[in-house]
């Protein structure tokens, strides 16, 4: 019998994550992905709808590309330790192209499904054994092995408590506060040795203040820069909210069967991916990365 070499046998095992996560997205949904033209448009939307007209910057953007012409400054926020947490939820698929993310996942259906940035390494076919019930399940099936979310800890300086959507981050006495998002991209792993989700978004009290307590540091010196809210409802136009951004440029493993949990209960009334947002690309509508 013929003696297969270590070389082999890890060629077998190791699987790129991207291209699990694009063949997951084509079997399921290969007629609804929309061509070139269609993002063509909805950029020369949105750059219609926001050049010239007071806009500040916009997010999500390429971390790599540090240019931006957007001339509408303000002041970024204090540090998340002298904020509230106010909100967090995740989106399917990183919003923000860099670092072990900038593998695109194709154009997606328009409403921000099956689009944006995946994992680019690699993952073993134990962990990416299918699980035997749904994950986070919505309309477009739910989350698999394989699958990249990007998570956003959202930080407020209203006196606010932890709660659903972005409303939980204003308050009757500050309708404008300071915004910050700590943005941290997973990649989900059949896997109970991996992150455990809960533990990731779990919360308490601070100095006063409601803090996320286990935001991942060992995935990189996050990339901070002055930019918006995000999701696929700005596709063709302009977010108002001003958000300071810290994204950090390494993907870290979760176990998705403490995802699915964490959806089923959780303060913030989140129980299944969000879509994502055209990458923005037109220097106009973006800040320049200082560092």
């Known amino acids: 019998m013929k003696k297969t070499s270590f070389a082999t046998l890890m060629a077998v095992c190791l699987l790129p994550a991207s291209a699990i996560a694009k063949d997951h997205s084509k079997s399921d949904h290969a007629s609804d992905h929309i061509s070139d033209q269609v993002i063509a448009e909805q950029r020369q939307m949105l750059a219609s ?23 509408r400054t303000f002041g970024m926020a204090p540090a998340a330790s002298e904020m509230s947490l106010c909100n967090i939820h995740f989106h ?21 499904y099956q689009t944006g940035f995946v994992y680019s390494g690699q993952l073993t076919s134990s962990e990416l054994r299918p699980t035997n019930n749904a994950t986070c399940p919505d309309k477009q099936g739910g989350l698999v ?6 998570l956003h800890y959202v930080y407020s300086s209203a006196q606010t408590q932890p709660g659903a959507t972005l409303g939980a981050c204003l308050s ?17 792993v059949n896997d109970k040795k991996a992150g455990n989700f ?7 009290m ?32 302009a977010s108002p909210l001003q958000v300071t951004w810290s994204v950090r440029p390494r993907v870290a493993k979760v176990d998705i069967a403490t995802v699915g ?3 089923k209960d959780n303060v913030f009334n989140e129980d299944h991916a969000h ?3 055209n990458l923005v690309t037109n220097p106009d509508l973006l800040s320049e990365i200082e560092s």
């Open 49 to 71: 709808n926001t050049v010239g007209k007071g806009f500040g910057p916009q997010s999500p953007r390429d971390l790599a590309s540090i240019a931006g012409t957007n001339q």
């Open 92 to 112: 399917k698929n990183a919003e923000h192209k860099g670092g072990e993310f900038a593998t695109y996942a194709g154009n997606g259906d328009g409403k921000g």
């Open 145 to 150: 092995p394989g699958d990249t979310i990007e």
């Open 172 to 188: 009757d006495s500050t309708m404008n506060p300071h915004l910050r998002v700590e943005a941290q991209v997973f990649v989900l």
């Open 198 to 204: 809960a533990e990731l978004a779990k919360h308490d």
């Open 206 to 237: 601070s100095n006063g203040l409601p803090q996320a307590v286990n935001i991942p540091t060992d995935t990189g010196s996050p990339i901070v820069y002055a930019g918006s809210t995000t999701g696929p409802a700005y596709n063709e136009k």
């Open 261 to 263: 949990e964490w959806c």
């Open 275 to 277: 879509g994502v947002r």
